[in-house]
């Protein structure tokens, strides 16, 4: 089940919307979320529901966007608001070929395809539970027309660019999904 919504508030209001969100998609699976439902974190911070271990969610929100993202086995969610990306990024978190994608992407495309990577990135690093602890640039994608290729395997991946290039978001599954 993914749930995304665009909207425009302070980033404390972002976490308390996506939180707003995960209990709307939870209403499905019989479960009332709320403030004082009962959270567990793994080794590396990775939140799942106590009561719930079998319910897999991921979290995301940035700058005018929220997902939240249930699946039927370990998942990792990542949005982003495109704007200027950051050279310094792509030297220590890019592949080679990732580095060669971008460098070989239109200029205007650029901070587009910057956000296509990392958001997927993201989305693997949170699915797998590790968070940006992961070496970033050994897990590298490429792009075949609409199907994403990973490095990794037995993961799956979608992607969805909103609002004519202002939005990215990225799904990954360490199952398919």
Known sequence: MLMISLLETEKKKQ????HRMLGECLKKYGIDYNESTPVSFGEM????LTENP???YNLSHA?????????????GADCEKVRPYRPNVVKRAFSESEKKMLEETAE???????????TLKE????AIGTGISYPLAEVSFSFDGNNISCSK??????QYILKNGAYVVSLCCLAEC
């Not at 929220?66 to 039927?72: D, K, L, R, T, Y």
């Open 15 to 18: 976490h308390e919307h996506v």
């Open 63 to 75: 700058d005018g966007i929220a997902v939240c993202f249930i699946a039927e086995n370990e998942c």
């Open 123 to 126: 989305s693997y690093v949170k």
């Open 153 to 158: 395997t037995d993961c799956f991946f979608r």
């Open 54 to 56: 079998g319910i897999h």
């Open 45 to 48: 911070g990775k939140p799942y």
């Open 108 to 118: 205007n495309e650029r901070d587009l395809m910057f956000f296509r990577l990392w």
